[in-house]
C-alpha cells in the first residue's frame, strides 16, 4: 500500500518538492494537492511582468492540469484547507472535503502585510501577491487614474514600474530616505530612484502613510503631517508575513514562520513544510532560490534516501524592471574594519561597489553594469580568497562567453542570433523551452535544448537568459552541487571520501556514498574512474568501459568515423629517420592528409579504427610512443629554438623541453594539460598561455602556470623563479600532482587556480618544502604505472575486441 | 511487436560470439552489407542490439559508455534505451532494435530476413 502525501499549497515551493520527488520515483505516494487559487502551479515572481503586459497569464503557468494528471495527481484548487486534523491525520477545506493524510506537506507561502490604518479595508486598496491581484490592478487600471504604492522595495517598485506602464499615475509612497533599503546603499539607491524618475515614477519618500481616504472606494492617501495626495488604487507593497494562521491552529510550533529542522521537517515528524512559510535556524525566505534548495532535501526525506540537509541560504537580488539593471547580494554597507571598493560613472550610469574583509567578499551592490553580480556572488558564497586578483577585481570576470556579450546584449539579440555554436541552438529555442517547459536550472536548459551542453563557452548567455526569463528564480550555482544525477555529494566530497575512506573500487564509491543507480552514468563513471586512478595508481586497474570513446580508442574520432593518430615527439624534436618512419606508415596505410600540430608533431588523419593497432605496430617499432592527443592527458611540450640556435636563447630550452616530456608523459589529468618551454621572455613558444610554462632568462627559469588558450584565453600567473633544471622538473611535478590530486574531474588548471586561489598553491609548492617533495615522489611513483605505452599494448593484442568489427552477410 | 514476437518470428538465429567476448558495459559491431549493429552486454550479462546509430545525429552508440540498460551516444550525451531503442530524459527519438538471445555462453541475432519484415 502506497502512503498517501497531502500537499497543502499550489505554490511555487510545494510543487517544487513533488517534481524534485518525481526525480526519485514516480510511484512513492498517493499525492493530493490542494490549493486556494483556482489556477495550477505558476510562477509567481512573473506577475510583475503581467502587469507589465510583457507576459501573459497563460505565459507563466509552470505545470499544465496535465502535468498533475500524467503523475496521478490528483488536484484540488479553488478550495482552500480550513482544518489540519493531527489526530485523525487528515485535512479538511473549506466546501468541506476531506483528505487523509501519512504525511504532510506544508507549502502555504505568505501573505502581504497591508497596514493597519484607517481606510485599509476600502475597495482598490490590495495587495501584491497572485493572480487575481494582478487581474484586480488590470481592470483598475482601465477604469481609473491615479495609483499609490505604499513601499519601496522590491516588489512595490516592481508594481508601481507596470501601473506606470498601463498608463497610470504613479507615486511610490516610502517611509525611509532610501529605496530598497534592503539591497541597496545610498548612492545606488539614489541613482536607481533617478532612472526610476526619468521613466515618470514619483516619488515621496520619509513619508508615514496616516489613513486611507475615501467613500466605499479609497479616493486618496492622508500622511502623518497633513498633506494628502490622490488615489483610486492603493497597492500595499510594505513587506510579507508567513502564512502560519492554519498551521497555528493545528498547534505546530510556530515563531515567526512555521519552525522546521535541517531536514524540513516540523516539530510534528510527519508533518513537512517548505518555502515561504517556514522558519529555518531563525530566518525566513522571501526568494525562490532558496525555497528550492528546501524543496530538494523535503524532497530527499520524502523518498526516504535521507542524505540531505537543508542548511541555510545566501541569497542575492535583481529587481525585474525592464531596463534597469541592479544586483544586490550580502552586506553591502561596510562596518568597521571592512574596505569598500567603488567604481562610478556617472556619465554611463553604472555603480559598483564591493565589500570586503579579509580578503573576502561580504556583500555587493551593482547598477547599470550587472554582467558580472553571478561571479561576484559565486565567489562570495565560496569564500574565495580575492588576494590574487584584488587588482583587476572590479572590471569584472570578463566570462560571458564569446566576447562582448553582455546580459543586456543578449536580451537585445533577435531570437534566430545561435547562442550555442557547439549543438546550434538560437536564442528562440532557449527562451522558449524555458518558458514552455518551465525550466529554472541550467542543467534543465542543457537536457531540454541542449545549449551550453558541450563546450561551455555559452554558458554565461544562457544564464543570462534563463535569469531574463524565469527572473531570479533560477538556481545559480546551488551551493553544493551534486556532482551528477547519481548522487547527492559532489566532486569535493567524493575525492575526500575515496582519500578518508580508502575506497579503491568504483562499486566501493558507489556503496559508501550511497549512488542511486547501480553503474553510474556517463557523467560520473569517467570521473570516478580518474579519481581512483589518481589516488590508488599502484592498486586501481583502470576501467577502460569508464572512458570516453578517444580514450579508450586512444585516438580522436573524427566526424567520419575514422580516428587520428599523433605520435609523441619528445619536446617538438625529430630527426630524419623518425620523419622517414611516418613517412612509411602514411603510405602504407594510404593516410589521406598529415599535418604538423600546434603542438609541435605530426597528426595523421583518416585512419580506419580496423588499423589502429597495424600503424600503432609500425610507430612503436619506430620507436614512437602515443601523444595521448586524445586525452584527459599531458599532451605536448612545446619548445622554441632555444640558446643553440637563436641567438636571443638564455637557456637550453629545447633540451629542457624534452627532459620535461620525458618527466610527465602517459599521466591521465583532470583536463588536458600542455606545457612549453621558451629560451628567452620573446616567449616563442607561448608559454604564458600553458597549463605550465617555462620562460628562460639569464639568471634561471620563470615557471608559470594555470594558463590556457582556447575560448577564453586565460595568462599564466608567475608561481616563481628557480635557478636550475632539476629545480624545474621537481615544481613541474609537484604542480601537476596538487592538480592532479584535488581539481574535479573536467576542471582545467585555469579555473582550478582561480578556484582554489593562487596564494593556496604557492604555500604547498613554495613555502613548504616537505609537501613539494612529497608531491614530487607521489607524482614519480603514479608515473612507474602511467608510462607504459598504450599503442604498444594495443599493437600486441591488449583490448583486440575493441578494433575487430565482427562481420555477417545480408 | 514486442522482442519475443520478434524473436519467435525470426525462427532462424546466427550465431555471433560468445558473451566473454564482449566486454561487461561494453559493446562490439556487427558489420552487415547495410547496416552496423550494436551489441551491448550490461553488468548483469543481458544484452540488446541495436542499430549503430543514434536517432540524433547518427552518432556511433556502440562507442558510448553503458550504465544500466542504457548508453550514452559519444557525440552530444543523449541517452539511448537499449531494450526499446528510444531516446530517454528530454530527448525523442528511436533507433532500431534486434531480437537477441543467449544460450550457452554464445550470443545468437535473429536472421535479417525477420528483420527486414
Ligand atoms: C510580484 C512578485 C514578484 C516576485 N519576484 C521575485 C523575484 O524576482 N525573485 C525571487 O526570488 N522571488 C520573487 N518573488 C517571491 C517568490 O514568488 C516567492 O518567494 C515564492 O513564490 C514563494 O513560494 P511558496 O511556495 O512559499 O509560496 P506561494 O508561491 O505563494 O504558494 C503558496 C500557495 O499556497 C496557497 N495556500 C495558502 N494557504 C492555503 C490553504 N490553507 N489551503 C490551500 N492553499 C493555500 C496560496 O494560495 C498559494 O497559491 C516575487 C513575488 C511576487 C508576489
Ligand atoms: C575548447 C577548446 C578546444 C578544443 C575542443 C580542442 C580540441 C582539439 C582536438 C579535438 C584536437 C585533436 C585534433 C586531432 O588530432 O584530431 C586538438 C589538438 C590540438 N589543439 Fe586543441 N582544442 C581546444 C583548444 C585549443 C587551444 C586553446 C589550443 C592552443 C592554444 C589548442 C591547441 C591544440 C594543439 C596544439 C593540438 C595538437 C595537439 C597535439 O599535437 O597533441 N587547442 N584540439
Ligand atoms: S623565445 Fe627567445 S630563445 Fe626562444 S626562439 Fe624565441 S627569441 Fe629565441
Ligand atoms: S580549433 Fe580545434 S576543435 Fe576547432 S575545428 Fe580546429 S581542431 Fe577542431
Ligand atoms: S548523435 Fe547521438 S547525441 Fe548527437
Redesign the pocket.
Known sequence: MRENLVL?????????TLEELFKHGDDLYNITV????P?P?Y??????PV?ASEKTVSDIILNSREWYEEHGIEL?TG????EISRVNKS?I??SGRKFPYDRLLL??????FIIPVPGADKEGVIG???IH??ETMLAATRQYKNAVVIGGG??GL??ANGLMKQGMNVTVVHLLDTLMERQLDKPAAAMLKTSLEQKGLKFLMEAQTAELIGEQRVTGVKFADGSEVDADLVVMAVG?RP?I??LQQAGIYCERGVVVNDTMQTYDPSIYA?????QHRKQC?????P?FEQARVAANHLAQVGSTRYEGSV?S????VTGIDLFSAGNFNEEEGDEAMVLQDPASGTYKKLVIRDNKIKGAVLFGDTMDGTWYFQLMREGTNIADFRRTIMFGQHDLGDAGHGDAQVLALPDSAEICGCNGVCKGEIVNAISKQGLFTLEDVRAHTKASSSCGSCTGLVEALLASTV???YDEAPSKKPMCGCTEHSHDDVIRAIKQQKLKTMPDVREFMEWKTPDGCAACRPALNYYLLANWPEEYQDDAQSRFINERAHGNIQKDGTYSVVPRMFGGLCTANDLRAIADVSDKYKVPEMKVTGGQRIDLFGVQKEDLPAVWKDLSDAGFVSGHAYGKAMRTVKTCAGKTWCRFGTQNSTGLGVKLEELTWGSWMPHKFKLAVSGCPRNCAEATIKDFGVVCVDSGYELHVGGNGGIKVRVTDLLCKVETEQQVLEYCGAFIQKYREEAHYLERTAPWVERVGLSTIKECILDDEEARKALYDRFKLSQKYAQIDPWKARAEGEAAHEFTPLKIAG | MTMNALAQEAGNWIEIVALEDIPQLGSRVIKTDTVDIALFRTALDEVFAIKDACPHKQGPLSQGIVHGTSVTCPLHNWKIDLASGEALGPDEGCTNVYPVKVENGMVYLGSLEARAA
Open positions: 497543502v499549497g499550489n505554490g511555487m515551493a510545494g510543487v517544487r490542494i490549493g486556494s487559487e489556477h502551479n510562477n509567481r515572481m512573473m506577475l510583475s502587469l484540488i478550495d482552500g484547507v480550513t485535512v477545506t473549506a507549502a502555504t507561502g505568505s501573505n502581504p501584491f501577491r497572485d491581484d494582478v522590491l516588489l516592481e508594481a510579507i502564512n494562521e492554519l517548505v518555502g515561504e512559510c517556514v525566505y522571501g526568494l525562490v532560490a525555497l541569497t537580488t535583481k529587481l525585474k527572473g531570479e528564480g
